[in-house]
């Protein structure tokens, strides 16, 4: 499985932004895809994540009616559409995976596979 993140950049307060992860390496019709940040001096925290075959998602909750995670299943592509950002959402975003179709994983040990990071930074 490989994992690649794109997409990151600088953006004003208030602004969107939209992260892309390319998936690759097998089909992932039993995997959750997910996207996590990690701000400087922080521990890598969970941001939101679809089931794959099914499209159904769930975020954290400071990040809820904010951002959007949606799957292209004809480009093996998740996205992550990030509206009204704060200068709190600056971080490293880094997409992962795990093959299974149960429960809300949402800690980082749970997921097997990763991407690279993409910086987002957001001026106030």
């Known amino acids: 499985v490989q994992l690649q993140a794109s997409g990151g950049g600088l953006v004003q307060s208030g602004g969107s932004l939209t992260l892309s992860c390319a998936a690759s390496?097998?089909?992932?019709?039993?995997?959750?895809l997910g996207w996590f940040r990690q701000a400087p001096g922080k521990e890598r925290e969970f941001v939101a994540a679809?089931?794959?075959?099914?499209?159904?998602?769930y975020y954290a909750d400071s990040v809820k009616g904010r951002f959007t995670i949606s799957v292209d299943n004809a480009k093996n592509t998740v996205y992550l559409q990030m509206d009204n950002l704060e200068p709190v959402d600056t971080a490293v975003y880094y997409c992962?995976?795990?093959?299974?179709?149960?429960?809300?994983?949402?800690?980082?040990?749970?997921?097997?596979?990763w991407g690279q990071g993409t910086l987002v930074t957001v001026s106030s």
């Open positions: 992962a995976a795990v093959r299974r179709m149960y429960g809300a994983p949402t800690t980082r040990g749970e997921y097997d596979y």
């Open positions: 679809v089931y794959w075959r099914i499209g159904s998602t």
């Open positions: 390496g097998t089909t992932f019709n039993d995997y959750i």
